[in-house]
């Protein structure tokens, strides 16, 4: 009812953040971790500014963001993150970046091999100024299973830890940088709490072995994240009851002295913070029929949402079905696709739905995380959907991302030298 409400109101497609389930996510996980272990909020899970300033002020402790780009910077520093305190991460950091972010007062840099370190210290040298740099670790060896693994593998985020003894005195002396510790990031979504703790100790092992054979200066540890979500399913996101005993415990004996913040030890998570506080609406615009398949076709696709899946990630979208409606021998599988001029907008295969009629309006739940800023905005032109904030059940804001329908003129500039030649 109230999302049918809504979207009489602000329209369809549309977006509907509860702010309420962000700061409830923010609670459950600062208390699923030990109290001397910090928390990044991974921005790029969704950069709406209520719902990261959700994460950033507020009652309870606040999250520190990680950040890796200017209009990253931007968005945090407008909701309230302070930025000596954000992460600045990513393979391909460009020295316009860094002079821009640098100047903006970022001062810790995650380092993804020694040509990014050197860019980040010969900036930081520019402005005068040391960086605080955390060596992004691609461990030989992995543990846990998920669907989104980073390390282990040739990749192009950070330095390989095999060849990590040959490299170090040299990483170590770069000007305009100071070498504080290390940052893994070896897996998203891990299936189970399991799989999560068991992916944590062995990071925690593995930083632990660093200072010990190549006596790595270890003032802080980013040791990653992995923190669950359903997507795009219905789905609760799971609690982690056991997590702080045993981080705690994988701590003391391999980094005694965190409890003291020597090392300071920190987290990631993107999606497990906002993807439980998101739905999407769309609305059935056709249902039509082509050799035996149904097509239902929406309102908006790929470029409002699950625009990942046009990239080959292909995901198992589900429509959150009314349970007065959700007789199973009535239910139909239908592609969901959207209205975009590519095959590629699709949505879902075989989504089960009651027999849908244009005007429907569809629900997807747990759409919080990777919805609209992972999707294809401008491609065909559309107009982005609304997203809407609520708290205790009232909307405290509604917006529409700003599309650019009209191209900026730059100046061309002088011809290349040798033009006229060719
Ligand atoms: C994307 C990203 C995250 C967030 O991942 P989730 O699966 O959304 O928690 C955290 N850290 C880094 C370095 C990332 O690139």
Known sequence: ??????????????????????????????????????????????????????????????????????????????????????????????????????????????????????????????????????????????????????????????????????????????????????????????????????????TIAVAARLREELGLDLRMVDIGGGFAAPYAAPGERPVYGKLAEQLAEALDRHLPGWRRREPLITCESGRHLVGSAGVFLCSVVNVKESRGSTFVVVDAGINAFGGMSGLGRLLPVCVEVDPNEADAERMVPVSLVGPLCTPGDLLGRRVMLPPPQPGDLLTIPNAGAYGLSASLVSFLGRPAPVEVAVRSGQVISASQVELHRSWTELSPGPAPAGAADR
Do not use: W
Request: hydrophobic fraction near 40%.
């Open 1 to 202: 009812m109230f999302y049918e409400e809504l979207a009489e109101r602000f329209g369809s497609p549309l977006y509907v953040y509860d702010l309420d389930r962000v700061e409830a996510a923010r609670r459950d996980l600062f208390s699923a971790l030990p109290e001397a272990v910090d928390l990044f909020y991974a921005i790029k899970a969704n950069p709406h500014p209520q719902v990261a300033a959700a994460l950033s002020g507020g009652e309870g402790r606040r999250c520190r963001a990680e950040i890796s780009s200017t209009g990253e910077l931007s968005t945090a520093l407008s909701c309230g993150f302070l930025a000596h305190e954000c992460l600045y991460t990513g393979p391909g950091k460009t020295a316009v970046e860094l002079h821009d972010v640098m100047g903006r007062g970022v001062r810790l840099f995650s380092v993804e091999s020694p040509g990014d370190l050197h860019r980040i210290g010969k900036v930081a040298c520019e402005h005068g100024l040391v960086a605080d740099c955390l060596l992004r670790i691609n461990s030989a060896t992995a543990s846990a299973s998920t669907s989104i693994r980073m390390t282990g593998k040739p990749t192009q985020f950070g330095l390989d830890s095999e060849t990590l003894p040959e490299v170090i005195d040299q990483l170590c002396s770069v000007p305009g940088t100071r070498v504080i510790g290390a940052h893994f990031f070896p897996l998203s979504n891990a299936k189970d709490e399991e799989s999560l703790v068991a992916e944590f100790q062995g």
